[in-house]
């Protein structure tokens, strides 16, 4: 069991920036596999990152990282656009790369924080 909470949500400016972050617990963190994922108000949820891929829409201005040490993964965001405002989910499943992008593949999620980009 792995319980995720992550915060570093807001209000921000069209091309500013922000830092999500994604605390652990529970199970050896470093174990997993990490992804970010992003749902906007009538929408399904959309893959945005993990480690190795990145989506189009994103690529270039938002990057993952983790620290095992904290048992923590950051999604640092730049250049948003009002596009990107939605609510984020930081997810966590067992090393894979099959099907990275699909929701159903992870196993723990967080509660998401809601990401507002204004133009």
């Known amino acids: 069991q792995v319980q995720l909470v992550e915060s570093g949500g807001g209000l921000v400016q069209a091309g500013g920036s922000l830092r999500l972050s994604c605390a652990a617990s529970g199970r050896t963190f470093s174990s997993y596999a990490l992804g970010w994922f992003r749902q906007a108000p009538g929408k399904e949820r959309e893959f945005v990152a993990t480690?190795?891929y990145y989506a189009d829409s994103v690529k270039g201005r938002f990057t993952i990282s983790r620290d095992n040490a904290k048992n923590t993964m950051y999604l640092q965001m730049n250049s948003l656009k009002p596009e990107d405002t939605a609510v984020y989910y930081c997810a966590v499943r067992l090393p894979s790369t099959y099907r990275y992008s699909d929701p159903a593949q992870y196993d723990y999620w967080g509660q998401g924080t809601q990401v507002t980009v204004s133009s």
């Open positions: 480690s190795t």
